[in-house]
């Protein structure tokens, strides 16, 4: 029988959910701004974030897939370690180079989304305390905290900086702000870690003793095709996404319509509100129409949206069309969180969620640099959101094709 959970444990996993969510809406609106005031060009920015996220994937891939052997405590640690490591790297030098070395070992959010180690084993840790019926509605809730933190670290990343250069800090300056702060909380979030009681870890049965030597610690022939065809669909997802990560569309906004940190802040905090408010809807929705309806019939039409933004011939219009497409776009974040431990079995579900959890990083990782490339050129800056949607919208339909009638397990 697997142990509970303390509530105790519940609550801190949810509290280092909003820190380090937090942490990634504030770097997210200000980190291409910063990299281009410390003299990198768009193209060496888009390939610095592709490179981070690659490095991001591999620090995921190790700490995940040895998290249940050496102890899930101790990887959570460790990676917010590779997190202070990162920020003090940022904003210590200039170098190209070097800040690839950083960003590419480090754990370094460009995107404001889950990145690293944290989210499989936080996942992996909530999915075995509530039963099946109840896992959908955690994960909404996960969701909402970690929304509604990435809003708030927008919110005061741009009002920051732009209150720092009203008192005449230059804007480099005040970006770097920011990158110090990520670092702090990736300290407090370490420490944070060190209190995870041993009952978060996960419980060795005696018929699962030999899934170490199995593939990642999927032993079932069922789970290791199912979680691979869902890694390859979830790859080709982030890797449209990847074009438009919150960094890049910040910038674009700035480039479009000349718009300030501060009015970034304000419109992503809105956007993530937003998108935190739709994962509880998703949870409803989902008692009614199942989880995979769920996923693709409300990320259609976002994805949609998201194609008319760059159409939009005003800010106030493209801003509608990105807070319009925010207010559904992750309904499908918890539902397929959920589908995910509920296809696999109980004793998988660390290793389902790291491995799809890199699948998602490995595909939003090639995106920016090709979207640097876009952003270096005048003409072609609106092509990201138009690439995003159609990549977006094939991963919906080949995702319903091959999974709505697929049985999950609980």
């Known amino acids: 029988?697997?142990?509970?959970?303390?509530?105790?444990?519940?609550?801190?996993?949810?509290?280092?959910?909003?820190?380090?969510?937090?942490?990634?809406?504030?770097?997210?609106?200000?980190?291409?701004?910063?990299?281009?005031?410390?003299?990198?060009?768009?193209?060496?920015?888009?390939?610095?974030?592709?490179?981070?996220?690659?490095?991001?994937?591999?620090?995921?891939?190790?700490?995940?897939?040895?998290?249940?052997?050496?102890?899930?405590?101790?990887?959570?640690?460790?990676?917010?370690?590779?997190?202070?490591?990162?920020?003090?790297?940022?904003?210590?030098?200039?170098?190209?180079?070097?800040?690839?070395?950083?960003?590419?070992?480090?754990?370094?959010?460009p995107s404001g989304n889950e990145v690293g180690p944290f989210l499989p084993i936080e996942q992996a840790a909530l999915a075995q305390v509530v039963t099946a019926e109840q896992r959908t509605t955690v994960f909404a809730w996960y969701q909402l905290t970690g929304a509604l933190a990435t809003a708030l670290g927008a919110l005061v990343a741009g009002t920051l900086t732009q209150s720092l250069q009203s008192g005449r800090m230059s804007p480099t300056a005040s970006?770097?702000?920011?990158?110090?702060?990520?670092?702090?909380?990736?300290?407090?979030?370490?420490?944070?870690?060190?209190?995870?009681?041993?009952?978060?870890?996960?419980?060795?049965?005696?018929?699962?003793?030999d899934r170490q030597s199995t593939f990642a610690g999927l032993a079932d022939a069922r789970s290791r095709s199912i979680v691979l065809r869902l890694s390859a669909l979830f790859a080709l997802d982030s890797f449209g996404g990847g074009f438009v990560i919150q960094s890049l569309a910040a910038y674009w906004f700035y480039l479009r319509f000349g718009v300030d940190p501060k009015t970034l802040g304000a419109l992503f905090f809105g956007a993530n509100v937003l998108a935190g408010i739709s994962a509880l809807a998703a949870s409803w929705i989902a008692r009614r129409i199942g989880l995979v309806n769920t996923m693709v019939f409300t990320h259609l039409p976002s994805n949609i949206l998201l194609i008319l933004v760059p159409v939009m011939p005003t800010l106030p219009l493209a801003a509608a069309m990105l807070l319009l497409r925010f207010s559904i776009s992750q309904m499908d974040v918890p539902t397929r969180q959920s589908y995910t431990m509920a296809v696999v079995k109980p004793h998988e579900r660390s290793a389902a969620a790291?491995?799809?959890?890199?699948?998602?990083?490995?595909?939003?990782?090639?995106?920016?640099?090709?979207?640097?490339?876009?952003?270096?050129?005048?003409?072609?800056?609106d092509l990201p959101f138009y690439v995003a949607g159609v990549l977006k919208i094939a991963y919906d339909l080949l995702l319903y094709r091959a999974f709505s009638a697929v049985d999950t397990e609980s």
Not at 47 to 73: E, H, Y
Not at 84 to 98: E, N, R
């Open 175 to 209: 970006y770097r702000v920011v990158v110090m702060a990520y670092a702090g909380i990736g300290l407090l979030l370490a420490l944070l870690f060190t209190r995870v009681s041993p009952a978060a870890e996960p419980v060795t049965h005696p018929e699962h003793a």
């Open 1 to 109: 029988m697997t142990p509970t959970v303390p509530a105790g444990d519940i609550r801190l996993l949810f509290a280092t959910r909003f820190l380090r969510l937090f942490a990634y809406g504030a770097l997210s609106v200000v980190l291409v701004f910063y990299l281009v005031g410390l003299g990198l060009t768009e193209s060496e920015t888009g390939l610095l974030l592709t490179l981070t996220l690659a490095g991001d994937t591999l620090v995921s891939l190790v700490l995940t897939t040895q998290a249940d052997r050496i102890g899930r405590k101790r990887m959570l640690v460790a990676g917010a370690a590779l997190m202070v490591a990162a920020g003090i790297a940022f904003a210590m030098t200039s170098s190209f180079l070097w800040l690839v070395v950083a960003g590419t070992i480090g754990v370094i959010s």
């Open 354 to 381: 790291g491995i799809t959890g890199v699948a998602r990083t490995t595909g939003a990782a090639i995106s920016p640099m090709i979207a640097g490339y876009f952003f270096a050129h005048a003409s072609l800056i």
